[in-house]
């Protein structure tokens, strides 16, 4: 099976708004639930969400936006589990 390609973005207004902490917790989340082998976690620039609070996330080919560190949680129990199981 592919792993799930989780991109996170690191540009510039990103960074401003946490986009550290955001992978520190994304990181803490793969781990948790067992999910290093179906998940490859990447850095990646600007997805030309800037205008959003929060850090921008590309899951395959889906683009969302706003995205802190207390909201990568439910958005790994909502969004990526479904698609690794």
């Known amino acids: 099976m592919d792993k ?3 991109s996170i973005c690191v540009g510039s ?3 401003l708004k ?3 902490e ?3 917790e994304a990181r803490e989340q793969i781990d948790r639930l067992h999910l290093q082998d179906k998940i490859e ?3 990646a620039f600007c997805f030309g969400q800037c205008g959003h609070d ?3 996330f590309k899951i ?3 683009i969302i936006p706003g995205i802190t560190k207390e909201k990568v949680a439910s958005l790994f129990e909502d969004t ?3 698609l690794v199981k």
């Open 80 to 82: 990526i589990l479904p």
């Open 60 to 62: 395959n080919d889906e």
């Open 13 to 15: 207004s990103c960074h």
């Open 54 to 56: 929060g850090v921008t």
């Open 18 to 20: 946490g986009s550290r």
């Open 4 to 6: 799930l390609e989780v």
């Open 22 to 24: 955001v992978i520190e």
């Open 41 to 43: 976690l990447k850095a």
